[in-house]
């Protein structure tokens, strides 16, 4: 005799459980179970067709610990089929407890693959994730929606990773398949579908010009791409509208980029060296100026960099900034342009800044250390770390900068400038995202160096790291509002 069960089939492993184990205990055997997901139709069905499970006849079966956890997983998938696996697996550990390691067993395999899909959908739904922000909630607290479309019941198991990552926001994920929502005390998890809420806001700009910016055509490979972030999850991101154009312009991106590869000794640079070695010592700009200041280091040779580097590097922006940022070195293209963060880092400290609402024109934007530092690998001119005496040799510009500018506020953008501004050896992540006084009656905010960002390989953290760095933007926009 046929017996129905529906079940909600939300991955409630609990659900399944107490119904498997009525039967199990009737002695009613897999194939005599229909089971199936609540819906409309199935719930009439129920009514016309449900038996009840026969009288109990045997003990209680008994499974390794490794089934429940299984059985957790696969009890999230949204294949109708699962329960009735499920159900047959049980059985089937009852006759053999190893059946589990048989790798080859076709319901094993059926399982385990399930199970797979389950964790894969999870782990995109925290990748792919993107909060718009709504307003503000009570206390100050900053308010977040999320949409988002997982293929499986994943929500209640994923919950717990936002609420780790962003206790100190309010937010809810409304999905197709029930949604999760934190206030700071409290999560709340349902069932309910939802539905699409219409939303944008400024992240999505700041997520596209992000990925325009890490996006490396020399290293386009589409098939790892579209399995890393497949195209089902394009409708919800923000900046997949991009990609057909970028991968559409790769090649001939390609083909510019090795045009205008840094090589080793540029046409222009032994000029620009040799004008900077020309320079009068005795500036034409009237002294104590930051023209004076800057023409001064034109000609500096208090450390070895000078030698390699095409010019030096100095910072720039008003006289009476009230703020300023303070970043490594030159890059290569700030080495042939002559001035801070114009290169993929300045553009993405361009894109956030402005997106809190700061604007670049009213800061000074410096280096701790100003000429560019790197290794030449065969035409491109590899990065290097300035080390600590390179820093101290630099530290009398970053001074003297200081002095003229008088900034109420520093921003050290990384370790290099947080221990070229500071003498006690702080490690940047006790002291990030926090605004503490030091020498000299200055107040001093450290983040990371937006270079750090466009390194990130893995999509969720720099999807993290991208977020605390506009926080970290953010306060010091408001630290800037508040001062001035
Ligand atoms: N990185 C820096 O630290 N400074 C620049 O000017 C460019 C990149």
């Known amino acids: 005799m046929m017996r129905r069960v529906v079940l909600a089939g939300r991955g409630d492993l609990a659900e399944w459980r107490d119904a498997a184990r009525a039967f199990a205990a009737a002695g009613i055997l897999p194939e005599e179970i229909d089971w199936r997901e609540r819906s409309a139709e199935a719930d009439l069905a129920f009514q ?26 696969v009890l999230c998938h949204s294949d109708p089929a699962r329960f009735s696996l499920l159900y047959r697996l049980l059985w089937r550990l009852q006759l053999d407890r190893q059946l589990l390691e048989v790798a080859s067993d076709e319901d094993v395999v059926r399982a385990r693959l399930m199970a797979k899909n389950v964790r894969r959908d999870a782990h995109k739904m925290t990748a792919f994730v993107r909060f718009k922000e709504v307003g503000a909630a009570a206390a100050g607290r900053r308010k977040f929606i999320a949409w988002f479309e997982p293929d499986h019941h994943i929500v209640r198991r994923t919950a717990p990773f936002f609420q780790r990552r962003f206790t100190d926001m309010d937010w809810l994920i409304a999905t197709p ?9 409290r999560l709340t998890l349902s069932d309910a579908p939802c539905e699409k809420p219409n939303l944008t806001d400024a992240t999505d700009d700041l997520w596209r010009t992000y990925y325009v910016s890490i996006f490396n055509p020399a290293r386009l490979k589409l098939k790892a791409m579209q399995a890393e972030m497949p195209k089902k999850y394009w409708k919800n991101l ?6 057909p154009g970028l991968i559409a312009s790769a090649e001939s991106q390609v083909r510019a980029m090795a045009a205008r590869e840094a090589t080793q000794s540029l046409p222009f640079h032994d000029r620009l060296q040799e004008a900077a070695r020309n320079l009068p010592i005795e500036p034409e700009a009237p002294a104590g100026t930051l023209e004076a200041l800057s023409a001064e280091a034109g000609a500096c040779t208090r450390c070895p960099l000078h030698a390699k580097a095409t010019q030096t590097v100095f910072g720039e922006g008003p006289r009476d900034a009230e703020v300023m940022f303070v970043g490594e070195q030159p890059g290569d293209q700030e080495d042939i342009a002559g001035r801070p963060f114009v290169g993929p880092a300045g553009k993405l400290l361009d894109q956030v800044i402005a997106d809190v609402g700061i604007d670049r024109s009213a800061l000074y934007v410096t280096n701790a250390v100003k000429h560019f530092k790197y290794e030449p690998r065969g035409k491109r001119r590899i990065h290097q770390k300035p080390n600590m005496g390179e820093v101290k040799h630099c530290r009398w510009w970053l001074d003297l900068e200081l002095a003229l500018v008088k900034p109420k506020l520093i921003v050290a953008m990384g370790a290099t400038a947080l221990a070229a501004l500071t003498d006690v050896k702080e490690r940047l992540q006790d002291v990030r995202g ?13 983040t990371v160096h937006p270079s750090y960002l466009l390194r990130i390989p893995d999509e969720r953290l720099k999807a993290e790291e991208m977020v605390r760095f506009r ?12 001062a001035g």
Do not use: Y
Not at 177 to 185: L, P, T
């Open 48 to 73: 016309r067709d449900a038996m009840p499970p026969a009288p109990v006849t045997r003990k209680p079966m008994t499974v390794p610990p490794a089934f429940i956890e299984l059985a957790e997983t």
């Open 177 to 185: 398949k029930g949604s999760a929502a934190w206030d700071g005390a």
């Open 238 to 243: 923000p900046e997949a509208d991009l990609i």
């Open 434 to 446: 926090k605004a503490m006084a030091i020498e000299g009656g200055r107040t001093l905010f450290v």
């Open 471 to 482: 926080n970290d933007m953010l306060e010091i926009q408001r630290l800037m509002a508040s």
